[in-house]
């Protein structure tokens, strides 16, 4: 069964630290994985998307990394700010015969940054 | 150019009766989503459609049906409402079910007494 298991649950911050989620994943035929925000109340949007042969990629104050050998990624945030603050979902998507991907979504990391 | 949009935002439905939700998108994507989110749970999808015409069931399909007559357009459809299905329902759309990016709704919070 594909699962996806994200690190810590939740997190309080300082505005202007640093910190770094985790994600482990257990999907086959892996094709992707994706993080997304989450702000309360609102949908998720996606922050970065990797393929297999990718083991870094940023977008902005994040940078993701891969490891498909351990099947690990981690979402690193620099220099918090407050608006920040919301759910970081892990994603991890699996090829499906006859085309297409089938998305397997974690459960997210409740991130708080405080002043 | 507003992206996806769904409607309504909140609904309170009784045990039993039905209802619709609307989602829409303007960027002329093919494949359209819904999903539900529940408290300590990842998102799961409930049914999906590659195209207009075109519907396919998810994880999670019992209890819901889904029309889309019009790429533009997913409708998902409660026909006898159960507290279980108490949720946020969020639709999404993408170019392709592949590496593309899935933009969501800003969901629909549905209570069901």
């Known amino acids: 069964k594909n699962q996806v298991e994200q690190s810590p649950q939740s997190l309080i911050i300082l505005e202007g630290k640093n910190c770094t989620l985790q994600?482990?994943?257990?999907?086959?035929?892996?094709?992707?994985l994706r993080w997304y925000k989450q702000d309360t109340g609102r949908g998720p949007v996606s922050l970065t998307i990797m393929t297999f042969s990718e083991n870094t990629k940023s977008n902005g104050r994040y940078t993701a990394t891969l490891d498909a050998d351990t099947k690990q990624s981690s979402l690193h945030i620099t220099a918090s700010q407050l608006s920040d603050s919301a759910s970081y979902i892990c994603v991890v998507s699996a090829g499906v015969t006859g085309g297409g991907n089938k998305l397997t979504f974690g459960t997210g990391t409740q991130l708080k940054v405080e002043l | 150019n507003a992206g996806v949009t769904q409607t309504p935002k909140f609904r309170v439905l009784k045990t039993g009766q039905s209802m619709t939700l609307l989602c829409a998108q303007d960027?002329?994507?093919?494949?359209m989503y819904w999903y539900r989110q529940d408290p300590g749970m990842g998102l799961r999808l409930i049914h999906y459609?590659?195209?207009?015409?075109?519907?396919a069931k998810g994880e999670v399909p019992d209890g819901y049906n889904v029309s889309r007559l019009k790429k533009q357009n997913f409708l998902l459809g409660l026909e006898s409402a159960a507290p279980s299905q108490t949720s946020v329902y969020f639709c999404?759309?993408?170019?392709?079910?592949?590496?593309?990016?899935?933009?969501f709704g800003p969901g629909t919070r549905l209570t069901v007494t």
């Open positions: 999404a759309s993408s170019y392709t079910g592949t590496v593309d990016e899935q933009y």
């Open positions: 994600c482990n994943y257990t999907v086959s035929p892996f094709s992707n």
């Open positions: 459609s590659v195209g207009e015409g075109t519907t």
């Open positions: 960027m002329n994507h093919e494949y």
